[in-house]
């Protein structure tokens, strides 16, 4: 069973600019999660996943889109960088209704920079 | 309103306990959480505790949880250099899609 996979590792944008950032959930994972960290901080919410369908979402504008593929692979998107936006972006993973205590299985993390 | 607050630094000599702190805003959460987080490395759960429960204790880890005061604290027993990491708190509210809320998170640094 391989654990959840992301890439790239590492990635540089400058202002402005369009960034695809990609995850593998784990097998037999329906549902994906997306988290913002930043540095010295704990990861915020972006969205989720289901199905296919956005099922929840955080602070964050619609400029932070996402799409969930069939075999349950994921992509989160963000147009018209920001400064701000540099950060960790983790992708966790789980089996809707397996697990009681709801464990969400994390990525390594993709580092963007915005310059 | 939805906030997780942690001490954000923890020195400790290797082999002493380690007691990392977390008071949390929801009291709706099913499920409070521990995570690590090591240098390059995703979030791993430690362990977990449901808010029914006062005390949870698995190996060297020790959860205390005061639904009274919205406390949570997690307890290393003879911390070892390995444990050196981040260590986040999280809960995760009722009726939010299972989205965790995290705290800024507790550097430990343990030192010979």
């Known amino acids: 069973e391989t654990g959840v996979t992301q890439s790239p590792t590492h990635l540089i944008k400058t202002r402005g600019q369009q960034v695809t950032l990609r995850c593998s959930s784990q097998?037999?994972?329906?549902?994906v999660s997306w988290y913002q960290q930043a540095l010295g901080q704990g990861p915020q919410f972006i969205f989720q996943?289901?199905?296919?369908?956005?099922?929840g979402r955080g602070n964050f504008p619609p400029r932070f889109s996402g799409l969930q593929f069939p075999n349950y692979s994921s992509e989160l998107n963000v147009n018209a960088l920001e400064l701000d936006d540099s950060a960790l972006y983790l992708c966790?993973?789980?089996?809707?209704?397996?697990?009681?205590?709801?464990?969400?299985?994390f990525g390594p993390g993709t580092r963007l920079t915005v310059l | 309103g939805e906030d997780v607050e942690q001490s954000l630094f923890l020195s400790v000599r290797e082999g002493d306990s380690s007691v990392i702190n977390c008071t949390y805003t929801?009291?709706?959460?099913?499920?409070l959480y521990w995570y690590k987080q090591e240098p390059g490395a995703g979030l791993q759960l430690l362990t977990y505790?449901?808010?029914?429960?006062d005390m949870k204790q698995d190996q060297r880890l020790t959860v205390l949880l005061n639904k009274k005061d919205k406390h949570l604290s997690l307890r290393i027993a003879d911390t070892q250099t390995g444990d050196s990491a981040i260590y986040f708190c999280?809960?995760?509210?009722?009726?939010?899609?299972?989205?965790?809320?995290f705290g800024a998170g507790t550097r430990l640094a343990v030192h010979p």
């Open positions: 966790a993973s789980r089996s809707n209704g397996q697990g009681v205590y709801n464990e969400q299985f």
């Open positions: 097998s037999g994972h329906n549902t």
């Open positions: 996943y289901y199905r296919e369908e956005e099922n």
């Open positions: 929801d009291s709706s959460s099913t499920y």
């Open positions: 505790i449901f808010s029914n429960m």
């Open positions: 999280a809960e995760s509210p009722s009726g939010g899609y299972n989205k965790l809320i």
